[in-house]
T-cell receptor, first 113, second 113 residues
Framework: RKEVEQDPGPFNVPEGATVAFNCTYS??????FFWYRQDCRKEPKLLMS???SGNEDGRFTAQLNRASQYISLLIRDSKLSDSATYLC??????????????FGSGTRLLVRP | SQTIHQWPATLVQPVGSPLSLECTVE??????LYWYRQAAGRGLQLLFY??????ISSEVPQNLSASRPQDRQFILSSKKLLLSDSGFYLC????????????FGPGTRLLVL
């Protein structure tokens, strides 16, 4: 089983739609969670951290469910510029591994006019 | 503010040739540094990380090596490239306290022929 699993997509949605991505992680001791965005042929960039209570940043809402070990990202009112691959990221806890992040393979989003 | 540089941006090398990719960080001291590889259409694979000068942890046994000769300089090397070494090489840094966000450089796209 992969440490971080995501549906690869692509999710093809019209402008203005609401779209949700889910991600599951295997290590219940993980403490830090993030969503990154990666545009084609570019480096990943931090979109938002994910907090236990859930958090929102404009049109983006992230949720964490520790009991079920999944993380979600909701994008409202999708824009063409939201087209990208969204990476779910979880830290690798414990000892020497505490500095490492585990990246999911990403979910591709295509927003059409 | 912090900046991370990588060079070269693209590289085409013959099989069996040596490799040296450089990464430097500005605006921070004693960062954690990371090398990742991303094969076409795949997720990020952590290759090496470093928590200080001269300290290198290897994640995947292969024909690559890493060195950290200065606090904010991280070098990825190979003595003889393989076809399978082709990919997108990304350097990243974090503040070094563990469990926190990593920030990526622009990457080097390597094609081994």
């Amino acid at each position: 089983r992969k440490e971080v699993e995501q549906d690869p997509g692509p999710f093809n949605v019209p402008e203005g739609a609401t779209v949700a991505f889910n991600c599951t992680y295997s290590n219940s001791a993980s403490q830090s969670f993030f969503w990154y965005r990666q545009d084609c042929r570019k480096e990943p960039k931090l979109l938002m951290s994910v907090y236990s209570s859930g958090n929102e940043d404009g049109r983006f809402t992230a949720q964490l469910n520790r009991a079920s070990q999944y993380i979600s990202l909701l994008i409202r009112d999708s824009k063409l510029s939201d087209s990208a691959t969204y990476l779910c990221v979880v830290n690798s806890p414990g000892g020497d591994s505490s500095y490492k992040l585990i990246f999911g393979s990403g979910t591709r989003l295509l927003v059409r006019p | 503010s912090q900046t991370i540089h990588q060079w070269p941006a693209t590289l085409v090398q013959p099989v069996g040739s040596p490799l040296s990719l450089e990464c430097t960080v500005e605006g921070t001291s004693n960062p954690n540094l990371y090398w990742y590889r991303q094969a076409a259409g795949r997720g990020l694979q952590l290759l090496f990380y470093s928590v200080g000068i001269g300290q290198i942890s290897s994640e995947v046994p292969q024909n690559l090596s890493a060195s950290r000769p200065q606090d904010r300089q991280f070098i990825l090397s190979s003595k003889k490239l393989l076809l399978s070494d082709s990919g997108f090489y990304l350097c990243a840094w974090s503040t070094g306290t563990g469990q926190e966000t990593q920030y990526f450089g622009p990457g080097t796209r390597l094609l081994v022929l």
